[in-house]
Each structure stands twice: as structure tokens, then as C-alpha cells.
Nanobody
Framework: QVKLVESGGGLVQAGGSLRLTCVAS????????MGWFRQAPGKEREFVAT????????YYADSVKGRFAISRDNQKDTVYLQMVSLEPGDTAVFYC?????????????????WGQGTQVTVSA
């Protein structure tokens, strides 16, 4: 089992920045990649970014390319999501997810573990 705990959400004005943190614990040796998803009120959960746990490139949703950056610190079992130039449309609950499958994916169904979520609110 893997436990994920997110932090770093909050209220920010449009154009501002936030950094989300996700700390993994438990059987972290089984993780192959970690991702961030978000869910806005009344909308389905959507992919934001993902990164290989032991290396490899990162992948992003088109809506966040150039504004968000995912990174990891394996020594701390932590993944980050640096967000800049935030827009009101980014308002959502952001979830960290971990997968044990070998292939990196932007599909929520292929992630095995989820955090509790952290609220990001961007005001106009």
C-alpha cells in the first residue's frame, strides 16, 4: 500500500503562483510514475501532469503546458507541481496519484493510489 498526502493549495489571485507537494509513504518502491489530476465543481476529474518515478520525461495536459511543471525528489519520496500564471479556470481540487503499472499514462483509471486532494482557488 502507498499513502499520498498533498499540501500547498490555497487562494491566489490570477497571475499568481503556487507549489503543490505530494509526499508518498508506505511501499514506495512499487511506484512507477506519479501524476497530478484536478477536478473542478461540476466537472470530471482531468489529467494535469505525470512523471516517471525513476526517470524519464514529464507529460502535461495542453491546458497547463508552459505554466505548470512537475518534478520529483526520490530521496524524499515527494513529487511537486509548480504552477505559475494561474488562471480562474485552474480553480479545482488537485489530487496526487501514484501508479504501479509499467506504462506512464494520463488516464485516472490506471493510477492505483490517490491522495485526499488540496483545494486551489484562483480569483479574478
Amino acid at each position: 500500500q502507498v499513502k499520498l498526502v498533498e499540501s500547498g493549495g490555497g487562494l491566489v489571485q490570477a497571475g499568481g503562483s503556487l507549489r503543490l507537494t505530494c509526499v508518498a509513504s508506505g511501499r514506495t518502491s512499487s511506484i512507477t510514475h506519479m501524476g497530478w489530476f484536478r477536478q473542478a465543481p461540476g466537472k470530471e476529474r482531468e489529467f494535469v501532469a505525470t512523471i516517471g518515478w525513476s526517470g524519464g520525461r514529464a507529460y502535461y495536459a495542453d491546458s497547463v503546458k508552459g505554466r505548470f511543471a512537475i518534478s520529483r525528489d526520490n530521496q524524499k519520496d515527494t513529487v511537486y507541481l509548480q504552477m505559475v500564471s494561474l488562471e480562474p479556470g485552474d480553480t479545482a481540487v488537485f489530487y496526487c496519484a501514484a501508479a504501479e503499472r509499467p506504462l506512464i499514462s494520463d488516464s485516472a483509471e490506471l493510477y492505483d493510489y490517490w491522495g485526499q486532494g488540496t483545494q486551489v482557488t484562483v480569483s479574478a
